[in-house]
């Protein structure tokens, strides 16, 4: 129970990226949409990105070719997408395949979202082979300036993906060889 009230303390806070300390990521084990076992949490030969989206989320939607561009940039990077949130028409293996996004995909993620604390979508994770979270997009999600004036969410998603990404790639240059 510390440990999630550490966690979503860590996730609420505003504090600029490199001053984040990292915490332990909540254990899970799953099983993906190809019947493939997944475990996150303790050591792990490499560092895992944890992608929390829906079929329907502009943000997502817009995140989701950089994060493309960061799978084939970063080998030694495993991406699992956790669908969370789906409305029922919602396809998310479909939608992966349509677009050529080479993600993991655990379906109907909601328990494990709660344990990350994550209530709204995109849910972006980084944790290191050591088990720990070292970055997370709510640290990157101060840029409240750059969107101002923009009604429209896919606007907004527009403006903001890009942004993202380059504060993910800085966390994943941190914890990969």
Partial sequence: MARLALLCFALLSATPALAFDPVDAPAFEAIDVDGQAIAVGGQRDRPVVLFFWATWCPYCKQFMPHLQSIVDEYGGVDVLSISVFEEDDGDPAGYLEEYGFEFRLVEEGEAI???????????????????????????AMQDEER???LSKHWQ????????????LRGALDAVTP
């Fill in 113 to 139: 979202a709660s344990e990350y604390g994550v209530r709204g979508t995109p849910g972006v994770f980084v944790v290191d082979t050591e088990g720990r979270i070292r970055w997370h997009l709510g640290l």
């Fill in 147 to 149: 969107v101002a004036g």
């Fill in 156 to 167: 907004r998603a527009t403006r903001r993906a890009p942004f993202w990404a380059a504060e």
